[in-house]
């Protein structure tokens, strides 16, 4: 009975932990609503990359930051494959890039002189 006793109190404390965030220096995870919210840190302690995990791939929108703080990418994941709509920045120039099943389908670069007229 003991045994059984024991047993349970240790796997009642490893669902306990496996529920609460799991933070270090260079990253930090949390589960939302039955996906996993990955955050990874540059050693300065700005953001690096934030997004989300389905069944272990990516899923779900992601952004990627220079150490500076400023934007570098984000767009969305299906299943570990990037779909649709992303944006890159380098610089004064931003490249849009759509995406079907992981692959490449269309780019355009916008200048930062670039006027964006909505119809």
Known sequence: MKKILFAGLLLSAGVLSAQT?????????????NIVKATYYYDNGNVKQEGFYKDGK??????AYNEDG????MGEYANGKKTGKWFFWTGVV??????ADSR????????HDAVVVNK
């Open 21 to 33: 965030a799991q933070t270090t220096k260079d990253h930090n995870f949390s589960v939302e609503n």
């Open 58 to 63: 990516l899923h779900g929108s992601w952004t």
């Open 104 to 111: 490449v389908a269309e780019v355009k670069k916008w200048s």
């Open 94 to 99: 931003l490249n849009e890039v759509d995406f």
């Open 70 to 73: 400023t934007k570098q990418s």
